[in-house]
């Protein structure tokens, strides 16, 4: 059994029809967001509401409902039997179904909304041994801070990674280290934790803001700077962040090692962090 | 009556159900098409398919049938009664549908091929008045040779021009005029006709290459070098080329008018070109 979501009804996901005319097919015009369960509890609901918000703002898209994406989450983790299974929920928002032209539909038709879930095993042992990854120039739009499904930039360079053995994508726009094909990087430089600020040229995600949080709740230095391609050499640790990885260790980038080529301390302090965090969470939802 | 092309049949537009897993929805990862019938024939269809063949290679997607697009396009004039009726014809064709992950589908999958066909009016009298434009900064990716469906950017620079009152948008990138958000442009200075010569910075377009071609042919001196943005206070003409407005003339940009703010005769020697060749062809079928 898979119920997935489609404009206002729970069915079957084999008896989701997306109209070849949707603009999310034919123009990649919408959004999403990917959320995780932890059987109990999302992350950051509230987060992900906030993002949701801000995507449909600045690509202008209606959906007057969005707050709605709590209940329709829920809604999907009971109805597939995940209360108790690690999952995501993807929803995907896109201006809706119209004739071909490619100004926005006028008069406006109502989006397409479409969500679904599944239960997943938490890469916890991958990703503690450190992955590998590539780094390359930027490649994708000045826009990176919109969550957009126009992702076939990060599509092939994403592959590119896995094809080099690696396990993401690091891009570097203007000498700069931004973030990665689905997540965001830090490095650990003299002791010191950084990462790209919030603009333009890199999405916010969930789990970054986690980790900044963590850090300066732990007192662990750290300054939203971005780290320029020649202080690469300095990094002693480098981690993502995503919602399925949470914080990962980078061991290597275009196979050199990072540092000592082994899951740093302080990334794996600030992971520790995060994952006691939600064991925190758990034992509150069950006073 | 609409018959639209799904994988191998044709069907009502209607019946053509692309599924929610599709990566064509999912990540834009896909390219398309689109071909001008002139009531008799198609618009240069080797060029065409010439194009769509590296489009393919260039996002690495397997489809050993390209070349029946040819036979597709027929098809969909043939079944939609459109032999008589100036029409344009839409292919795309997706990596196919898989489970949720960024990299490429392993094994791999069919790719999803969808067509249709539709009548429509040719603009010739809205052209021909000239068109107004608006110029920004480049926001898309680092490969916009490849003509994939990953357009939310140019979607949102499309409408920035509509709702300027003008009707396209001309992007420039690092101080260099490159084309717009679904055309073309040429300039032309001191009695040169100039454009973005090939690069991934431009759509090497099916209607550029016949204005080069004829602008080469009838004596008219053009060059493949790009204007910058401090060159364009010099420009007597401008105009655009793609496959529904053919050769259009710009009469203005951000409001600023381009020369004398009237279709340029250069400009409109080069479209009377293309309609005689046109019309050339058809005086040639039916011999």
Redesign the interface.
Known sequence: MNI?Y?NGSYLN?EE?????D?????????IYEVVRWYEGFFYDMDGHIKRLLRSLKE??IDWPEAESFRQIAAGLIQKNGLSATPSLV?L?VTRGVAK?I???PSPAVPPTV?A?AWGFRPPDEFVEKGIGTIMK???????CDIK?????????S??ES?EAGASECIFVRDGLVSEC??SNVFFVINGVIRTHPESHAILSGISRASAIRLAHQNGLPLVEEAVSENELGLADEAFITNTSFEIAPVVSINGKPVGNGKPGNITMRLRKHFKDEIRMIHAKNQE
Chains 1, 2 share one sequence.
Do not use: C, M
């Open positions: 997935a489609f996901k989701v029809h997306i109209s070849p949707d603009r999310g097919f034919l123009f990649a015009d919408g690509v202008r993807y995907q071909r490619h100004s926005f479409y679904f120039n930027e490649t994708r739009w000045s826009r957009s499904v126009s992702l076939l930039p990060n599509i092939l994403f592959q896995i094909a689905h």
